[in-house]
């Protein structure tokens, strides 16, 4: 409606709390579409504790996130000559590694704030860029192909998109990354193995495979490998192995 928004947060599940962009189902299942920014965003730590924990914790997941969907731009640029927008990947990637390296969890004041500040700062990072890039990769692809294939079970946006980031970031080559951000997710709760929402690995293999075409046009590690079924298959054993599940 055009008209000026004060956003009241009542919970950290996601970095849409001060967005340019809102998920909202339609009769396709889910789309992402540009909305104008709040023109204020107030964030009660005392209202956040009131909401279901698992739901806080998804907004860990998004904002770890950031880390494998900024290497994913980076990549964009070096093979396709995208361009990287430096201050909006700066303030995502610098959300992603807050929340990662910060000892404390959902339960401690500290904690919440960093992550609360870094899921605004996303927000304000695509913005700043223009679309949903500095926080949306093959993570968010993935977690897209989740809600697309199986919308009745999906997990939450978070949960799906903190194990899209971990396993992305094996793909990647980055073992030792993606094995801290597995070890991270679990210590606050979060799932890192299909099998932890609810999910086989067959069915998980079939997400990766179509993950690409949920968002034509994007460049991550995903359309960069252009692994065979078998090869996600192969790829997804390994990176069981390397997190130690
Ligand atoms: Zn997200």
Not at 134 to 152: Q, V
């Amino acid at each position: 409606m055009g008209l000026p928004l004060v956003a009241v947060a009542t919970n950290l599940s996601h970095d849409g709390l001060c967005s340019p962009v809102a998920t909202l189902d339609n009769d396709a299942g889910r789309g992402s579409y540009g909305v104008p920014n709040p023109i204020a965003v107030v964030i009660d730590l005392d209202v956040i504790r009131e909401a279901p924990v698992r739901f806080v914790r998804s907004g860990i997941g998004d904002a770890l996130s950031n880390i494998s969907a900024i290497r994913d731009w980076e990549l964009a640029a070096r093979e396709r000559g995208e361009d990287i927008d430096g201050l909006a990947a700066a303030m995502a990637r610098q959300a992603g590694e807050a929340v990662l390296r910060h000892p404390g969890g959902v339960g401690d004041d500290g904690f919440l704030q960093v992550l609360a500040e870094g899921l605004v700062l996303t927000g304000i990072a695509m913005s700043v860029s223009g679309d949903s890039r500095p926080a949306s990769g093959a993570c968010h692809e993935i977690n897209h192909a989740f809600d697309l294939l199986y919308p009745k079970r999906a997990a939450s946006h978070g949960e799906q998109c903190g194990l899209g980031a971990a396993f992305a970031m094996h793909l990647r080559g980055a073992r030792e990354e993606s094995a801290y951000m597995a070890q991270v997710l679990r210590r606050h709760g979060l799932p890192v193995l299909p099998e932890e929402i609810g999910f086989t690995v067959d069915e998980f293999v079939k997400v990766v495979e179509f993950a690409p075409q949920t968002r034509p046009g994007r460049y991550t590690i995903l359309e960069h490998l252009d692994l065979s079924t078998d090869q996600i298959r192969d790829a997804y054993a390994d990176y069981a192995k390397a997190i130690g599940s």
